[in-house]
Structures are given as structure tokens and as C-alpha cells.
């Protein structure tokens, strides 16, 4: 299994910025899509983003599309999040998740049951 690690998250004011990232280590890294994903309080874990293997396709929520882009370095093993003109409803726990198939891109978007690995969680609050 991979392991994973997120890095990144804080407090920001609506209309700002902050950089996700999350760093694999284990198994091969880049043989793997990887997703975002967020939880907010009393609300079930949600799709955000998701990185092909080798970084060819990206897939967005509905939510976030054109605030935030998803993008890896395979060969730092990192994926990172950029997330622009922040709102208040992007407070949540992000985490990061490794897709439990190597090689496979979901086409709609990566649930949770399809993920392998998953990071410990980073906040990110938006105040407004």
C-alpha cells in the first residue's frame, strides 16, 4: 500500500488562495491516479479532483471547476491541489486518495470506495 501525507491546509479569507499537496511513498507512486476529496462537519466525504496516473487527464466536481487544478510531479511522488477564490463553502478536511487499481482512469470520477490508500486529513478553513 502507499502511503499517503497532506500538507498545505490553513486559514484563509474568502477570495484567497492555498496549495494542497500530498506526498506517496510505498508502492509505485505513478502507477496510480489520484484523487482529492473533502469532508465537511455532518456531511459525507465528496469528490473534488482527480490526476491520471501520468498526469494526462484531469477531472473536476461541478463545485470547483475552474478555481481549483489538480496536478502531480511523479517524480517527487507528490500531487498537489491549487485552490483560487476560495469560499466559505470550501471549508472542509481534504484528503488525498490513491486509486486502488493501477493504470485505471474513471472517467465520472473517483469514489471513496475505489480508493486504496488514504491521507491523514488536512482543514482548510475559509472565513468570510
Known amino acids: 500500500q502507499v502511503q499517503l501525507v497532506e500538507s498545505g491546509g490553513g486559514v484563509v479569507q474568502a477570495g484567497g488562495s492555498l496549495r494542497l499537496s500530498c506526498t506517496g511513498s510505498?508502492?509505485?507512486?505513478?502507477?496510480?491516479?489520484m484523487g482529492w476529496f473533502r469532508q465537511a462537519p455532518g456531511k459525507e466525504r465528496e469528490f473534488v479532483a482527480l490526476i491520471r496516473a501520468n498526469g494526462a487527464n484531469t477531472l473536476y466536481a461541478d463545485s470547483v471547476k475552474d478555481r481549483f487544478t489538480v496536478s502531480r510531479d511523479n517524480a517527487k511522488n507528490t500531487v498537489y491541489l491549487q485552490m483560487n477564490s476560495l469560499k466559505p463553502e470550501d471549508t472542509a478536511v481534504y484528503y488525498c486518495g490513491a486509486d486502488h487499481e493501477a493504470w485505471t482512469w474513471r472517467p465520472i470520477g473517483l469514489d471513496p470506495k475505489d480508493v486504496g490508500s488514504w491521507g491523514q486529513g488536512t482543514q482548510v478553513t475559509v472565513s468570510s
Open positions: 510505498g508502492r509505485t507512486f505513478s502507477n496510480y491516479a
